[in-house]
């Protein structure tokens, strides 16, 4: 059974169109001389359609003179700021260069063209509104849909269902609430372009579910503080600051296939969008790389020195281009971004409190970071824009020590120490869930790959699992004998990961 995923790419129309007449010049002949002899509505269609291959080929050439000549004047102000040149770039990116035009819908000074593509290989629609202004066709905006066809088994060879969710990856063009926080640089487009998501199975949750251990993984001595599954879905890897160790576990079995002395204490851990490489931050300043295969782990190969407050947490582009690392030593906060390819330091954002997580979008263009006091501050890398929101319910003293966006990039949610637990809806930048379990610090908090719940570690030794709309309780995983400090839903939504101060490691379905 085949499973459609969607993603929309929403384009700011900081493109236009030249005149018809120019488009002449490099039309095909017979379509020049055929519109002589066309009736005025189809002649009118032509003109649209013109108008719209036109702002495509300025595109294409990233004259951003000859674009502003083919949109419409309240879109003309975008190419005049100073990252203009990189946004072009970041739209011919995500916008595929060839396309079909379908259908041209002309209702007075308005019109929609339909379009059809190929992207990444797979079909692809796309909708432009054009509006006449001065006797011209001029472009308002572009947006592209684009499915993704999937087989019936997923990477690691597991069923997925007759029916799957449909994902929406929505870029946010500028977020909304909050207060403005220092600017920054915006980083380079290279970084945001997106990777189409896949197609997960939900996590089975409800009031009568219960979740049930399928394997304790014992080989860590102390307490478990990383972890991580492989893109596959088919191997996980865990760190612990207090044995020392970073270990390579088989899922499908449980099975510990390499235990690898890391020498420093690991703070956190994430692992690349290809599934070759490990990476940690530890309490040694150390960024390290450690190759991963079916069998082992590799030795570690240095990948920067991090400054000395940024040893807290680490966090991975859905695209694999970048690193964040954040930390913090008394009261003051740093965190940075870090080119993979290019081992560079290309960021350093600002911030007044120590962060213990941070958190990509799931379209890689937010970063938001959460720490001391009752702050969340989401970071837009496209825009250079911060805005920092006040966390209602947790104490101003209180600190939060974990942040997840849900798939669809709609939800943020974080945990904090005081046993709250906050979700946020990202592009109305309100806050619309607070609740607490008693007594019970949260720890960490994790998704869904099909965004339908997400779970919470707490100090009660339980992992809970809560629906994203409601706030209702879904779940309570009890098995571990401590608390349980990291929480991870495998790739394709079949299982859940849980480990902690006990130093076992629970695959809960």
Sequence with gaps: MLLAVVFVLALAAVIGLVSVTAMRTWLPGAARSASRATPAPAREHAAVEQAFRA???????????????????SRRAELDEANAVEMLELVRGLAPSAFEVRAVEVSGNAATITLAATAAGHPATGKAAMVREGGRWLLDKESWEATLELGSESPAGAPLPAQGPVVHIVAIEKLKGGERAAAFEAVAPRFLLPTPPRAPAPYRAGKEHRPQVIATLSGHKQWVDGLAFTPDGRYLVSSSSGDMTLRLWRVEDGAQIDAHATQWRVADLVVSADGSTAYTVDAYEHLLAWPLSDSAIGDAVEFA??????????AISPNGTLLATAGGIAEVGSLSLWDIAGTSRVRALNVDHIVHDAAFSPDGRLLAAVGRGNQLTVYDLARGEARR??????????????VAFSPDGRFLATAHIDSSVAVFDVPEGTQ??????ADASAMDVAFSPDGALFATAQADNTVYLWDVRTAVRLGTLRGHSDTPLVVAFSPAGTMLASAGRDSNIILWR
Excluded: W
């Design 55 to 73: 702002y495509r080929q300025a595109l294409a050439s990233g004259d951003l003179a000859a674009m502003k000549r083919c949109i419409v004047p």
């Design 305 to 314: 020195d991090v400054p000395d407050n940024e040893r807290l947490a680490l």
């Design 389 to 402: 929101y006040t966390v209602k319910g947790p104490a101003r003293d209180s600190e939060a020590y974990g």
């Design 432 to 437: 619309v869930h607070d609740f607490f379990v």
